[in-house]
């Protein structure tokens, strides 16, 4: 199985593979971003993985030709202990530290290093990673009795054919790939226009207001308004004229 991990080996690598065409028959038509994964089990007990590292990244191919796409060009999602619960076909869920935001119009990888140290049967509590049927190529597998250092090897030891991991990819939010931004803006308000009233927060002097706008991709924008208050100024001035007098465009008569 492609990431059950180190069945008969303490230490294990693979990466699974998901074209765009796939991606797009179940909806994934265009950039997202993903929060978060999910892993299928057959577990006897609990039981915690304790060193276990998520790549993803993206790869101009549809099938894997025996060689890995390389750890550089993907992102760390998440670093850290996996927890397997028990029961029958149990989705256990592990939200990335690091969301990934998948472009729409790659292929996709998924890799996973178990660098644990730990055997399927390791304390007499057994696990299964699930799987089901996929096309030929679409997972690769590197298995060793030490720890695997993932920038150091290309070759896997075999290709998985015709299985995948069942695999949830929990929270996409489609749209477009985006980030989180804050944004400043100043605003001079006269006085006479006190209370001054900015999407949906009233000023009833000068300062500061922050509010979080979220758009459709589901980013935010944190928006800071400082506003200061600008005095009017009133001039008298006296002059004296026989006949029209014309001042700021109007005509005055005597």
């Known amino acids: 199985l492609p990431i059950d991990f180190a069945e008969s080996y303490r230490y294990s690598y693979s990466q699974q593979l998901y074209s765009r065409s796939e991606l797009s028959a179940i909806g994934v038509t265009a950039a997202c971003k993903i929060n978060s994964i999910s892993f299928q089990t057959y577990q006897l007990t609990n039981q915690t993985l304790n060193n276990v590292s998520i790549y993803?990244?993206?790869?101009?191919?549809?099938?894997?030709?025996?060689?890995?796409?390389?750890?550089?060009?993907?992102?760390?999602?998440?670093?850290?202990?996996?927890?397997?619960?028990?029961?029958?076909?149990?989705?256990?869920?592990?939200?990335?530290?690091?969301?990934?935001y998948y472009d729409g119009t790659h292929s996709l990888?998924?890799?996973?290093?178990?660098?644990?140290?730990?055997?399927?049967?390791?304390?007499?509590?057994?696990?299964?990673?699930?799987?089901?049927?996929?096309?030929?190529?679409?997972a690769l597998l590197k298995e060793s009795n030490s720890t695997i250092n993932p920038s150091t090897i290309s070759q896997p030891d075999y290709y998985i054919p015709g299985t995948r991991n069942n695999m949830k990819f929990n929270i996409c939010i489609a749209g477009y790939a985006c980030e989180d931004v804050a944004i400043t803006l100043d605003s001079a308000v006269c006085d006479n226009d006190f209370p001054f009233t900015w999407?949906?927060?009233?000023?009833?002097?000068?300062?500061?207001?922050?509010?979080?706008?979220?758009?459709?991709?589901?980013?935010?924008?944190?928006?800071?308004?400082?506003?200061t208050k600008k005095f009017h100024a009133t001039n008298e001035f006296s002059d004296e004229t026989c006949g029209e007098y014309v001042w700021n465009n109007e005509t005055y008569y005597e």
């Open 109 to 138: 990888v998924v890799a996973v290093l178990n660098n644990s140290g730990t055997t399927v049967a390791s304390g007499g509590s057994q696990y299964c990673f699930l799987c089901h049927n996929a096309s030929h190529r679409k």
């Open 199 to 227: 999407h949906g927060v009233t000023f009833e002097d000068e300062g500061s207001e922050t509010i979080t706008v979220t758009y459709g991709g589901g980013c935010d924008s944190v928006i800071t308004m400082n506003v």
């Open 56 to 100: 993803v990244g993206h790869a101009a191919v549809d099938t894997f030709v025996f060689t890995f796409v390389p750890v550089e060009e993907m992102t760390l999602v998440y670093s850290g202990p996996m927890q397997l619960h028990s029961g029958n076909m149990v989705w256990n869920e592990i939200t990335f530290q690091t969301p990934f």
